[in-house]
Every structure is written in C-alpha cells, then in structure tokens.
DNA sequence: GTTAGCACTCTTTAACGGTGAGTGCTAACT
DNA sequence: AGTTAGCACTCACCGTTAAAGAGTGCTAAC
C-alpha cells in the first residue's frame, strides 16, 4: 500500500501524538506536530482517507482518532526513526546486567527485572536452550545411605540437580559402578541424544546392575530433559496495572495468561531467527488475551547462534520508537555476557 | 467487651453475610439468617449499638452494616466455627504437595501456588530457615582451567551453588588442598558460624596457600550465608485482581508491596511461634499497603521446631472460618513432608 | 423490652439539556 | 485539482434533576 508523503506524515503524527497521550487525536491538535503548514480540512480530508484505508480509527461519530494495528503496523515498518538509546539508559542496563552474577538462569531473570522496570511493561524471557548442549560433568553427592543427589552440568554452564532415592545401599562401589556408565555412555553426549531409546540399550547393557544403578541412571535423563527445556522467566507483570483504564477488567486475564505460560513459550518461540527485533501487534498474535497488546521482542545469541529471546508486552500504544532499541540492546548484551561465560574456559 | 448472646448472633450473622456477597447487609436481609425470631426494629436497633460500640460500621446514613475491623476480629477469636476442611480440598492439597518432589524450595513454592488456586488469594512463603543446620557437604566441580562450580549441601538438604573464578589455574593439587581446608575447617559446622571472624582466622591458618584458596573460600562463605538466608515465595498475586472493586486502583501498590517482599518478610517473621494459625486483620498490619487486606498465616515445624510460615492474603472479608483450616492443613502436612526428608538418611 | 409505623437520608439510575470537540460536506478560492 | 473557510451535525461528557428503593432512626404504642 503506496500512502503520499503527506499521508505517511499525518499518520505518523497520529500515531506519536497518541501514544504520548492516550487520547484519539483531532485534526486541530495535530497541525503544531506537522511541519507543513496546511489547514484543519486539508489533515481531515487525509485523515478520512486514513479510515478508509484501514490505517485510522474514530472511537465515535465525533471523536479524533486513533491508529488501528495496521497503522501501528505501517508506522513501525515505515515511519519510525528508532531513537538512539539514552546514555541513563544504557548505563542503567549494563549495571543491571554486570550485578546479576554468572548463572545463566540468574542472568536471564535479571535481564527481564531491569527491561520491565525501565519500561514499565511486563517483561517475558526464555533461558538459554540446552539445544546442541552437550553434558560436561555429572556428579553423585551421597546424601544418605539411600539418596544421593546428581548434579548435571552442561558445555553451555548450566547445572541441573535432583535428589534421587535408591532402595538399595549406595555403597562407594556403587557409586564407583556409576561413575563408570556415566564415563563411557554420557560424558560428552548432547542433551538431545538423552531419549528413551538411547536409556533402553543403556539398561540393555547395565547386565545385573541394572537395578542398583537404573533409579540413578534415571536421574540423568530426568536432568538431562531438564536442561534441554527452556523455562519461562516472567517480570514486572504488575506494570501492566498502570495501563488499567486501557485494560479495562480484562487485565485479570491478561496476567493469568503470561502466568500459565505455555502460550507465551509458543509465541516466543516462533520469533523468527533473524538478528533484528521483532514486533507484534496486537491481533497479529495468535491469542486473544493479547488482542490489546503488543510484544516487542528480541532473541539473543550466544557463539553466534540463536538461544533465547527477552521482550516486553505492553498496550499497543507503546513507545516502539524508544523502546526497540532498548530490546534490542538488552539481548545484544545478553549474548556478549553468556557468550563470554560460555567460551571463558 | 462483652456481648449478650443476642448481639453475637447478630454480629456473627452481619459478617457471614458480608463475606459472602460483599454488599452491606441490612436489618430486614438479616432475619432470614438468625434463628431466633424478632423484628426488623429490634435488629436495628441492636446493630445501632454494635456500630457505637465499634464493631460494626455504615458506607453511609442510608445503607446496611459492614463490619470493622474490631468486628471482624470479634468474629474470629469468639464467633466463627472452623468448618471441617472438604474432602474434595484436602486431596487437592495432598496431590499438590506430593508432586512437588523432594526440594525444600520447589515443595514451598509449589505449597504456595496450591493454596493461592484454592483460595483465592495471593500466598507467601517463606523457604525454610536454615538457622540450625550445619554444613554437609561441599564439592569442587572444575567447569575450566580458571572456574569450578561449588556445591553446598547443609543438613537440612538445601543445596546451593555458585560459579567461582580463579586468578590461577585451578590444577587437581589446588582442589586437593580445597577439600582438605573443607573438610577441617568447613564440614559440620553450623552454618551461623561460618562468620566474618571465622574467615579470618581460617585465612591466618592458610599460609601461602591463601592467594589460590581464597577465591574458592569466599565462595563458601557466600553459600552459607545464601542457605542461612529465608526467602520469600509469592504465588497467585493476581488472583488479587478478583477483588478489584474491593480494592479499586489500591490494587497496584499492594501488589508492589508484595514484590518488593522485605516487608512482608517481617511481617512474616512476626508471627508468634505458637502452634495454632495466625489472623492479622487490616490494620492490624503495620503496613498502609495492606489497611483493606487481612493475611492468615501459619508456621510449619520440621522435627518440632519452627522453621517457616505459608499464609494468604486477601481482602479482609475473606472466608476465615474455611480458610484458616486450609492453612492450618497445608502448613502441617509440609511440616511433616520436610521432616520426613530430612530424617530419611 | 419489643414492635409497628413513618418520616428521613442517601445511593443509584435514568432522563435531560447544555457544552464543546471534532467531524463531514459543500461551496468558494487559487 | 487541490485547498480552504464555513457550517450543520454528531456524540461523549458533565452537571442537574427526578424518581425509585433500600435502609435507617425515632416515636409511640404494645
């Protein structure tokens, strides 16, 4: 859709005016933010084309209007000049970042606290995937006579741990008996090729041990699932109540829906792989509850390769022009900092 | 403050009625609800001396009665009758609590999120006070020639680990000399008195050694200090959100009261270490965020001694005479769970 | 001490009219 | 053809008013 100059203008003044202020915005109001001058029936008559085009909404007869998600759409795809990131700002997320420590799952969490907090969104991360991780390091830490804990570390810094429970003695020959299977068969395997068939020749070949050691072996796999899925790090889901007279009593829903989870980690998760930040608006995501929102997101890659995604979800009237670029920044630095643990051998 | 028996049952009546519909109740609705028979005027008249007595109070001149916060405590400590808790929820707390595995952290959490779909509201938790437990175990995992994870267990089967980097190689004689400073100076001891003087004489006793241990030391020490600490679980915040005309745009602060979580830590640590469950009633909280909220709240025992509390928040026309017996469930049947765990050696 | 009766208070709801912002349209202008 | 001034029109918003209804406090009789 080919929109004249002064369209895409008018347009994006609509949409800037708007998000600053939440009101639909009249044609009179506009004529300060135009740097042309033209009259009050001239940005009208663009305006009523802007309807009918789809770009532009009127909650009523007689109300301004406001852009619909196409017209968010447009003007993030055509109009918007992203800010450059204020120097608070970026300070403030590097500090954010740099206290978090060198857990990846810790970092993650930060990340999303620090993206919310200066965002005043709610903030949606996925921990690095263990896709393509391999198992570095597995350890028995005797607990009692009968429990034991394994620990499980990946190549990529992540540890798994779980309590496990045998019926028999774990005995230090036992355990010797363990930490052999464990050499051979799992030292070095990717996560991945921990699957039920690998579990089955492996107790194939455990011969009259196989009782002894399986409820540990078990453990392993459990772990090794463990590390492989990617959780969900939610933050800041209570910023969305500053938006409460635009969420109407459907932010009750909104919030169950980020809790639950499982939807999010789809929609995270179809980002496609590019390098670039990714915006959704509104009905352009796939549920409901997101009817009335938008997700700005941005995957971050560690060695190169894509490994997670951090974002925000907000209102549609969001700041896209200042807010992309901190995503953006955010999950670059996300990426240096894991990718520096990850190789820091 | 005494009260004929007739004034009880009124009291009684007005607060059974404005828990379940939230409206203010008035003389006539009542009569349906005593079991003795008398008129309108006669209950009107009892309840004008309940409201100047303090217990009850009026939205305005013309409308029904709503109890105060004296009435709704009152209620609690000589009216209301804990009914039995259902059968149908007792099963949903057990299967709740049974699939949360052997972790204390996981089992709180997951007691948190069972008792906030049950009721409601939002709960807290606190993970169990290490106060008492005494080190375990620690192990040196290498994870590179400059880094090893190390893995704390106290007797209390908490784990805790952190990443620990290292100005010099971290070579097999350097991890032999670390078990052995762990296993003189570190095993068994209690976990409170791993102290800054403790460290410092252990630093003394190092010799030259100090240079290459102190980083792996440090780490300790921070385990310790990070297993000694209680945290505080929230779950089913925005169950609060049901109750947003009750709470009206307040909705917000009190959920960032929640978050922010030192408060309510306090608040947490405050109640007494009797058996039974504890009821603080709106302002009876010294917290202004939490004026329109009543949280009900419990200690659960490992081995007989206090070790944490789950509790609920929710508006203060909440449902005590079901819900303290819930908690009052919940907190005992964790008690045992974790002593269970901690005994099974 | 209890109750019937009644006037009174105060909220809630709907209806009403005025105001103002903003529009769409038409006709004149460049 | 594009632009603009002018104007009638629409509709949310606001304050007022009126009626309805719920519930009360009080008084006087039981």
Redesign the interface.
Known sequence: MELSERKQKILGAVVEQYIKTGEPVGSKALLNALDFSVSSATVRNEMAELVSMGFLEQPHTSAGRIPTNEGYRYYVDHLMVNSTIDESVRRRIEAGIHSA???PEKLIEKAGAVLAELTDCAAVSTTPSGEGASI??I?A???????A?I?L?TST?V?K???C?SDTDLSASVIEKFYNVVKTSFIGLPLSSVDTAMMQSLVASLGSDVFTLMPLVTVISDLAQDALRTEIVLGG??NL??Y?NYYG?S??EL??FL?RGEPLSKLLSSVSSQDGVEVRIGSENPYRQLMKSSVIVSNYNIDGSKRGSIGIIGPTRIDYAKLIPSVKFLTNLVGEMLTKTFN??
Chains 1, 2 share one sequence.
Request: net charge neutral.
């Open positions: 420590g060198s857990d570095k390091r350890e830490v005797p607990v009692g006579t009968h429990t804990m620990v570390l810094g540890l741990s779980k309590v429970r889901q209570s109540l500053h409460s009593n932010a009750y919030l169950e809790r820091d051998e």
